[in-house]
T-cell receptor, first 117, second 112 residues
Framework: DTGVSQDPRHKITKRGQNVTFRCDPI?????LYWYRQTLGQGPEFLTY????????KSRLLSDRFSAERPKGSFSTLEIQRTEQGDSAMYLC???????????????FGPGTRLTVL | DQQVKQNSPSLSVQEGRISILNCDYT??????FLWYKKYPAEGPTFLIS?????DKNEDGRFTVFLNKSAKHLSLHIVPSQPGDSAVYFC???????????FGTGTRLQVFP
């Protein structure tokens, strides 16, 4: 399977705990994205990397959130001191860089569903 | 401020008929548009895209139409099949920003 993978698929935690999610992109893709999706909404952009550089962060990404992509391959998203409002599906996507009109299609992983009790 | 809007939360179509899913946007800087399909417990799957320099793009049973003056795009699926039953998201991007802005989705049900 050469698609985007995410681990874990499900995470249940208590409020105040820290959680970390991992994303492995498609191997030849240099861009990696994190999105968050809540019930009834479309995915919302959080941040993205080109290789190991984090190029943009949404205002949705509070100080409790941090993302890394240390070697330009896999990425981690950490949420510190989780709150019930953090409960959502966290989606990772990757793309191969500029395609048509400077944007290439993003390919999504299955997501990590976070439930904060 | 919802920049990409899908005003129909659901659509039900008979197998073999045409499904038309609609999407409106407000940001005139958007110049690239994509449609994704999502099954439960899976991530969105890319379907088809269109650049603002075109008004139509076709791929098999899927055709996307773009009306820039009306800031409207639509996805046509013909003929519809039961396996097409899923949630469909419209997304848009500004050139070279790489950030996709998604609509809220339309749930399509194709019945026999």
């Amino acid at each position: 399977d050469t698609g985007v993978s995410q681990d874990p698929r499900h995470k249940i935690t208590k409020r105040g705990q820290n959680v970390t999610f991992r994303c492995d992109p498609i191997s030849e893709h240099n861009r990696l994205y994190w999105y968050r999706q809540t019930l009834g909404q479309g995915p919302e952009f959080l941040t993205y990397f080109q290789n190991e550089a984090q190029l943009e962060k949404s205002r949705l990404l509070s100080d409790r959130f941090s993302a890394e992509r240390p070697k330009g391959s896999f990425s981690t998203l950490e949420i510190q001191r989780t709150e019930q409002g953090d409960s959502a599906m966290y989606l990772c996507a990757s793309s191969g860089g500029s395609g048509l009109a400077g944007v290439s299609e993003q390919f999504f992983g299955p997501g990590t569903r976070l439930t904060v009790l | 401020d919802q920049q990409v809007k899908q005003n129909s939360p659901s659509l039900s179509v008979q197998e073999g008929r045409i499904s038309i899913l609609n999407c409106d946007y407000t940001n005139s800087m958007f110049d690239y548009f994509l449609w994704y399909k999502k099954y439960p417990a899976e991530g969105p799957t890319f379907l088809i895209s269109i650049s603002s320099i075109k008004d139509k793009n076709e791929d098999g049973r899927f055709t996307v139409f773009l009306n820039k003056s009306a800031k409207h795009l639509s996805l046509h699926i013909v003929p519809s099949q039961p396996g097409d039953s899923a949630v469909y998201f419209c997304a848009a991007s500004v050139y070279n920003t790489d950030k996709l802005i998604f609509g809220t989705g339309t749930r399509l049900q194709v019945f026999p």
